[in-house]
């Protein structure tokens, strides 16, 4: 049973927690790994690269993936689709990398219905409400109402914290980074359930 397994780290938490700099401080440590790109049939904006911010295609072709259940997930914003393509997820699966997405507590039971057996979820959070507040008013990206409706969302999605596997409170960064490091690290451990009944199946085999 001691092979590379392609297994899924699902990070979740507010915006303003940390997610992206604390995968920048420990991509190098957790291996081969594939970060979960969205799909789109929007246009490219000036400075997106196709790979890198968003696989963009099609609605046709978006539309005949729907039919064939190639999505996690999807939604249609402003006339325009945006979804999780099961394909490259699948693809990198089956290379033994590490799939790593960053989406919300829907996406979350999403992932866990198709792939729960080799998925380990994350929730990342600030320490407080207050200080998440604090760090979405220093950003200076965002507006009032919109920095009131990440509040709002945080709230609600925090009540979720249970649906996890871990919870890591980005206080500290570095810290914060290990603890995450190590959990990836854990999670390429996890083996699928066909493999298991396989073993069971062979260890059973008695002349």
Do not use: C
Request: overall charge negative.
């Amino acid at each position: 049973m001691i092979e590379k397994n392609g297994v899924v780290l699902v990070l979740s938490g507010p915006s303003g927690a940390g997610k992206s700099s604390l995968i920048k401080k420990i991509d190098k440590d957790i291996g081969d790994y594939y970060f979960s790109i969205s799909t789109t049939t929007r246009a490219p904006r000036e400075g997106e690269v196709e790979g890198v911010h968003y696989h963009f295609v099609s609605k046709e072709s978006f539309i005949k993936d729907i039919e064939n259940d190639n999505f996690l997930e999807y939604a249609l914003v402003h006339g325009n689709y945006y979804g999780t393509s099961l394909r490259p997820v699948r693809d990198a699966l089956s290379l033994g990398k590490l799939v790593i997405f960053d989406i919300d507590v829907q996406g979350n039971m999403a992932v866990k219905n198709r792939l729960g057996d080799i998925t380990t979820s994350v929730f990342i959070t600030p320490p407080t409400l207050s200080e998440l507040k604090h760090r979405l008013e220093n950003r200076s990206t965002d507006s009032k109402e919109v920095i009131d409706g990440r509040i709002k969302m945080a709230t609600r999605e925090i009540q979720r914290t249970s649906e996890y596997d871990f919870v890591v409170v980005n206080d500290d960064l570095d810290t914060a980074a290990n603890v995450l490091r190590q959990i990836a690290i854990t999670a390429r451990l996890k083996i699928p359930n066909d493999r298991i009944n396989e073993f069971v199946q062979q260890w059973e085999d008695i002349e």
